[in-house]
């Protein structure tokens, strides 16, 4: 069947009442969770994951997308009103949201972000439909050495992009593959880091550390920003900019799609770089850059578009690969394989209408988005102005039972506590998140692709370099280290002279 035919399948499954019930809930709350400014959509995904244990594996996954791309519409609106971005993402946008929204244009800004949110994540899914399937051919000539030196590579995108610092993400990278090997060894059956604690012979649950390290690490630190600076939304009214305005509006849409999507397909790139790369281009092309920063359309146009055309690319990695673009995909990878789905070159294969279900699902969840932003973005900025003394206490409520009907039992209660309490001083301390989760997950799937090359090559490592696509794999690795290594050398060297003069 060609993809035609399979996107045609997927929309028939997920047009289903069950499915198409559970995309809505998923866009409302990803909005919800988008706008209470502390909760972003790495930590809403992470906290309701409990919710889709009694589910429909696509309906489960269905639902969870539809949080991940309703938050990155829900994101932009405390971002424009308040100046405090729900994602970080939208930390650009608030560059000229925000002089948007104290110049009386708030609804403006949220228009131009929801139009271009929607032309960006509609194009971007096409996109994928197009791409993804002639990619099938060449990831299914792997076999164990080429998902080793797969892992590895997306190891080392991650280490050396998600974070300030590739000292820090390896740190994380550690971290991450230590909590992996907790538990029974998939080789030798020998039960590891146990410390003869019987609940630890099965490892860490991945909700639990979820939960802990996205979700309530984002709960305490929304916290203390609250506490810190309290701010009040202003009036939304008007939601399209001028005639004038529509045609540099338009264009910087249509570059910031182009721009997203590919952006998307680079494993382990931040959300943020093409909403930054997408601004740093419309202010370098304006005719008059001075605008910026002072209310220019093409600022809020441009970033919010790159932003979930990024989202609609950023699935081709992680379907075909494994590899997770940010945090909330880290996620999300982590919900495909408790539902049963092992993302990596054979899912395409093996479940064809869980893939083109979730594809077609985003279609209509994008559809739904730009009906409750455009008409509702009134409705959904007065949920702003809900206290946060009453909001946070529930979220935590909420987190501590979700985390309790795991296995009915305190012991994953009290982890979720322990790693909220780590995913806080990791953030204080600039060490990224998303690594931990990634080799979390991947840790014990690049444990058992290294023990199989090695008996593929009589215990030689260097074997897997004589694999075209596995060596191809590990060299570019390196190339990413090392280039990692040198720009953090040249960036102290900089700032040191910087320090001096």
Not at 22 to 38: A, Q
Not at 159 to 176: D, E, N, Q, T
Not at 411 to 432: E, Q, R, S, T
Not at 444 to 455: A, H, R
Request: a neutral charge.
């Amino acid at each position: 069947m060609d993809s035609f035919g399979l996107l045609m399948s997927g929309f028939e499954t997920a047009l289903t009442w069950e499915n198409l019930l559970f995309c809505l809930v998923g866009v409302s709350i990803g909005m919800l969770v988008g706008i209470l400014p502390g909760l972003g959509p790495s930590a809403g995904t992470a906290l309701l994951i409990p919710l889709t244990f009694g589910m429909d594996p696509i309906t489960a996954i269905v639902m969870l997308a539809g949080i991940y791309y309703g938050s990155m519409y829900g994101g932009t609106i405390t971002t424009v009103l308040v100046n405090v971005p729900g994602e970080a993402a939208s930390v650009i946008t608030s560059l000229d949201g925000y002089p948007m929204a104290k110049q009386g244009r708030a609804g403006v800004a949220l228009g131009l972000s929801a139009i271009g949110s929607f032309i960006g994540g509609v194009i971007s899914i096409v996109g994928v439909t197009i791409v993804a399937p002639q990619l099938v051919k060449f990831a299914l000539a792997f076999g164990p050495p080429e998902f080793f030196a797969l892992i590895v590579f997306g190891m080392t995108m991650v280490m050396g992009l998600a974070g300030k610092s590739i000292i820090r993400g390896a740190i994380a990278v550690v971290i991450g593959l230590i909590l992996a090997m907790v538990g029974v060894a998939p080789s030798s059956g020998v039960v590891r880091f146990s410390f003869e604690f019987p609940e630890l012979i099965d490892g860490f649950n991945f909700v639990t550390i979820a939960m802990g390290l996205f979700g309530l690490s984002e709960i305490l630190i929304g916290m203390e920003q609250q506490m810190k600076k309290p701010v009040k939304p202003p009036v939304v009214k008007g939601l399209f900019p001028t005639k004038e305005e529509w045609k540099p509006s338009l264009m910087s849409m249509g570059r910031g799609t182009g721009l997203g999507f590919f952006m998307g397909l680079i494993p382990g790139t931040s959300s943020v770089v093409p909403a930054l790369l997408s601004y740093s281009m419309e202010k370098k092309i304006a005719k008059d850059p001075s605008r910026f920063g002072k209310g220019a359309v093409e600022g809020v146009a441009g970033p919010e578009t790159a932003n979930n055309s990024f989202t609609g690319g950023a699935l081709i990695p992680l379907f075909l690969l494994g590899i997770p673009s940010s945090a909330t995909m880290a996620v999300l990878l982590g919900a495909f394989i408790l539902h049963g789905f092992q993302p990596g070159p054979t899912l395409f294969v093996r479940h064809p209408d869980f893939v083109w279900a979730v594809i077609a699902s985003m279609f209509i969840g994008n559809l739904l988005l730009i009906f409750m932003n455009l008409p509702m973005a009134k409705t959904w900025a007065k949920v702003a102005q809900v206290p946060f003394k009453l909001l946070f206490p529930i979220i935590i409520a909420i987190s501590l039972v979700g985390t309790y009907s795991i296995s009915n039992s305190l012991w994953n209660v009290g982890w979720l506590v322990v790693f909220g309490l780590l995913g806080y001083f990791f953030k204080k301390a600039d060490i990224p998140i998303a690594p931990i989760a990634l080799m979390f997950i991947l840790g014990n799937l690049m444990e058992q692709s290294l023990l199989q090359s090695l008996t593929l090559f009589n215990g030689n490592f260097f074997g897997i370099f004589t694999r075209p696509i596995a060596g191809t794999f590990l060299v570019l690795s390196i190339l990413v280290i090392t280039l990692s290594i040198f720009a953090g050398l040249k960036n102290k060297k900089n700032n040191l002279v910087d320090a001096e003069s």
